[in-house]
Antibody, heavy 122, light 113 residues
Framework: EVQLVESGGGLVKPGGSLRLSCAAS????????MNWVRQAPGKGLEWVSS????????YYADSVKGRFTISRDNAKNSLYLQMNSLRAEDTAVYYC???????????????WGQGTLVTVSS | DIVMTQSPDSLAVSLGERATINCKSS????????????LTWYQQKPGQPPKLLIY???TRESGVPDRFSGTGSGTDFTLTISSLQAEDVAVYYC?????????FGPGTKVDIK
């Protein structure tokens, strides 16, 4: 059974940093492009970042480029999102999501974690 | 970026009746080389992550009831729930993955009348 479990969310002050993790199980993690997708409270979905199986292809939404860094450790079946210079508008539930098509670009998402809430507030 | 719009914002349908949700993209998401529409539908229930329903505009994900169907091509798409069940109360989102960044529609809330 595919499982994605996020952790690392919490309350942080504007300008602060946070590192999210996603532990994957039930599939060959290194074979899949992985993504972070966020959802502000009561709002819609926003794709944040993606990383290919070998980490060769990495993409970011313009809203987080230069502040967030996605990475993965295939030996640990884990995905990460380092978030720096956080702003109030980054407040959201952050989901880890698997792309079943993979390759060099983002397609769609067939499995999602339960999400971890990041709140940026003074 | 491709802008996705959905209509209506919300709808209430009687149990057993048909629910229809529309999604429109600001430019075509049909890739001519493979004749595929790069369009997906998700269902999100309160307090849960989104669930994949339909991909490539009309391919139902494994395990999704056949009362859910996706149609359309180019810029105009429709998600139809042929006979609404109580468990279908949710927000439904479309997503395009034709070009980066992948973008989502604002969502359509479906309730029971």
């Amino acid at each position: 059974e595919v499982q994605l479990v996020e952790s690392g969310g919490g309350l942080v002050k504007p300008g602060g940093s946070l590192r999210l993790s996603c532990a994957a199980s039930g599939f060959t993690f290194s074979s899949y492009t992985m993504n972070w997708v966020r959802q502000a409270p009561g709002k819609g979905l926003e794709w944040v970042s993606s990383i290919s199986g070998s980490s060769s292809y990495i993409y970011y939404a313009d809203s987080v480029k230069g502040r967030f860094t996605i990475s993965r450790d295939n030996a640990k079946n884990s995905l990460y999102l380092q978030m720096n210079s956080l702003r109030a508008e980054d407040t959201a539930v952050y989901y880890c999501a698997r792309d079943p098509v993979g390759s060099t670009r983002t397609y769609y998402f067939d499995y999602w974690g339960q999400g971890t809430l990041v709140t940026v507030s003074s | 970026d491709i802008v996705m719009t959905q209509s209506p914002d919300s709808l209430a349908v009687s149990l057993g009746e048909r629910a229809t949700i529309n999604c429109k993209s600001s430019q075509s998401v049909l890739y001519s080389s493979n004749n595929k529409n790069y369009l997906t539908w998700y269902q999100q229930k309160p307090g849960q992550p989104p669930k994949l329903l339909i991909y490539w505009a009309s391919t139902r994900e494994s395990g999704v009831p056949d009362r859910f169907s996706g149609t359309g091509s180019g810029t105009d798409f429709t998600l139809t729930i042929s006979s609404l069940q109580a468990e279908d109360v949710a927000v439904y989102y479309c997503q395009q993955y034709y070009s980066s960044p992948s973008t989502f529609g604002p969502g359509t809330k479906v309730d029971i009348k």
